[in-house]
């Protein structure tokens, strides 16, 4: 390999860690936007069942109790599709 071959191969290396690099940071925002809406959209749902159910607040402890104990986070959740 000469060494014109060899920093072409380097610039052109280079040039995809910056295209990786700023791929990354857009997944990273983007992520950051959807847990966003994922916590207004739960901020929207606490505030519904306030409306709904004023002893929730009572409730919510004893429920939420039992959902860490019995549900698997990792465990794909039926949508509204699926029920």
């Given at each position: 390999m000469?060494?014109?071959h060899i920093d072409e191969q380097f610039r052109l290396l280079q040039q995809q860690m910056v295209v990786?690099?700023?791929a990354i940071e857009t997944l990273q925002?983007?992520?950051r936007a959807a847990i966003d809406a994922v916590h207004l959209e739960i901020e929207v749902l606490r505030r519904c069942l306030r409306l709904v159910h004023p002893d929730m607040a009572e409730s919510f402890?004893?429920?939420r109790t039992e959902v860490i104990h019995t549900t698997d986070p990792e465990t794909p959740h039926p949508t509204s599709?699926?029920?």
């Open positions: 000469t060494d014109t990786v690099g700023e925002l983007e992520t402890a004893a429920v599709e699926d029920t």
